[in-house]
């Protein structure tokens, strides 16, 4: 049953998420424990808005992005419990879902925000969030924002020597989905070994754990080499091509 759920959720948020991992049981569990609508929860690097399904319509705009753009809320669906699962007979009838009252929208949260300003919009009409009680009354406007605090993030170690004893290699880039991979003198420049894995969206990291030394390195990106740019400690061959050096005490 919870297959079930989970792929029909995977259907319905798909759209909202790039850095939370949607695929992880966690998310889902995060899901389906909301039994009324409530206060913005927080789940990594998403919030999570619930509102009563008894509106026909509602959506949700940001005051980062002017409000110029209003997504949509869904239907949370929550699969039917294994005694109201049973047909005329008493036998396990096909698992289903159940509307449970509840709207809900997904959306993960610029790396660069700490706080959300935002409005809802209830069959048409604006209004702050009834379910939080953390507004800001906007003197400008005149209109009152809701609040969503996100909690500090920390931001990945830059390359180079690491406390547990490695290396920390991450890549930012305007895209998702990439192929990323490292190679150096440590693992004989092979460049399919060490793949960065996308941790959030557009960033792509990898810990590699390595004995004190210098180590030099190149990234690969879709099988193209290149540097790290983000690192200016670098070596120079002969022929001009360079490569990156990371110290590890």
């Known amino acids: ?48 808005f619930t509102v009563s399904g008894s509106y026909k319509k509602v959506g949700i705009a ?32 096909p698992e289903t879902l159940r509307d449970s009252g509840i709207l809900f929208f997904v959306y993960t949260v610029p790396p660069t925000l700490k706080n959300l300003e935002y409005r809802l919009v209830f069959d048409g009409l604006w209004s702050s ?21 996100v909690p500090p993030r ?24 990439e192929y990323v991979t490292v190679a150096g003198d440590f693992n004989s420049w092979d460049p399919f070994m060490y793949e ?7 960033l792509y990291t990898l810990a590699v754990p390595l004995p004190p030394g210098t180590w030099r390195y190149v990234y690969y990106r879709n099988g193209e080499k290149f540097i790290d740019y983000s690192n200016a400690a670098r070596e120079y061959a002969k022929d001009g091509s360079a490569v990156n050096v990371a110290v590890v005490q």
Do not use: C, W
Not at 4 to 16: K, P, V
């Open 1 to 48: 049953m919870k297959a079930l759920s989970f792929f029909t959720l995977l259907l319905l948020i798909a759209g909202n998420l790039f850095a939370v991992d949607i695929e992880s049981y966690d998310f889902i569990d995060k899901l389906l424990s909301i039994e009324t609508p409530q206060a913005p929860q927080i789940f990594e690097d998403a919030v999570i």
């Open 62 to 93: 940001f005051s980062h992005e002017g409000f110029s753009k209003i997504y949509p809320f869904k239907k949370l669906l929550v699969p039917v419990s294994d005694i109201q699962n049973l047909d005329e007979n008493g036998k396990n009838a």
């Open 129 to 149: 969030d009834p379910y939080n009680p953390l507004r800001k009354f906007n003197t400008n406007t005149g209109i009152e924002h809701s609040i969503a605090h």
């Open 154 to 177: 920390p931001e990945p170690a830059p390359n180079g020597a690491e406390p547990f004893g490695g290396v920390v290699f991450s890549y930012r880039s305007e895209n998702s989905g």
């Open 196 to 202: 960065l894995k996308e941790t959030r969206r557009g």
